[in-house]
């Protein structure tokens, strides 16, 4: 049967010059026996241990920014995974992995299939120009990065975000989802797409 499981990972954002202490949630979906990452923030090594011998089918990364995609690399090199990673995010991806490369662009549309379950990608720019959401439908989820949180929009004072296109994507590609849709979030707790309603401006 196919399961979600979290991995918190401690860490530091950077953001012109500054560090920030920060905790991001690593989800991992699949079965025992294979399993699908999303997001590779910090250190791979818990993530390793999260992932527990499993077979991973694909690294998939929400968006660029250095707090989400920092163990990517470590990660594949761990687990023989490929990274999959919007091009239109690539200048950030760069500045933490200039002498690595993805290996398969995701974009609108691209799908995954993991332990008999599908997750389809939901191009959503604003918090980034590549951030992207994980829709699983058959499991009543959607994994958003940094697009939504609990309590409303992610936060557009970062690299390359813009207040007005996060928020075009999120009533477009996610409120458009069925209100009992879990939203399971790059930071903190999970939430509804119902619940977030009210709180996109």
């Known amino acids: 049967m196919t399961r979600i499981d979290k991995v918190v990972v401690p ?3 950077s953001l012109d010059g500054q560090d920030f202490d920060v905790e991001n949630n690593v989800w991992l979906v699949g079965d025992d026996d294979e399993v699908l ?3 590779a923030p910090h250190d791979a090594a818990p993530i390793v241990d999260g992932i527990g011998g499993r077979r991973v089918t694909a690294i998939v990364l929400t ?3 250095n707090d989400h995609l920092t163990a990517a690399v470590a990660l594949r090199e761990a687990t023989g995974a490929p990274i999959w990673f919007h091009p239109e995010d690539r200048m950030l991806w760069d500045v933490v992995h200039p002498d690595a490369a ?9 799908t995954f299939t993991v332990a008999g379950t599908t997750l389809t990608a939901l191009h959503t720019p604003g918090h980034s120009p590549g951030s992207t959401c ?3 439908p058959d ?4 994994f958003t990065g940094d697009t939504l949180f609990c309590g ?5 004072g970062r690299s390359f975000s813009d207040q007005p296109t996060i928020v075009r994507s999120i009533r477009e590609r996610l409120l458009t989802l069925p209100g009992d849709t879990v939203v ?3 930071h903190g707790d999970d939430t509804t797409v119902g619940a977030e309603m009210e709180h996109v401006g």
């Open 134 to 136: 994980l829709h699983a």
């Open 184 to 186: 399971r979030t790059g």
């Open 63 to 65: 968006h660029g920014h």
């Open 11 to 13: 860490g530091v954002f």
């Open 37 to 39: 990452v999303i997001d």
């Open 152 to 156: 409303g929009p992610g936060a557009t």
């Open 139 to 142: 499991l009543g989820t959607v």
């Open 102 to 110: 993805p290996d398969g662009e995701l974009g609108e549309g691209t």
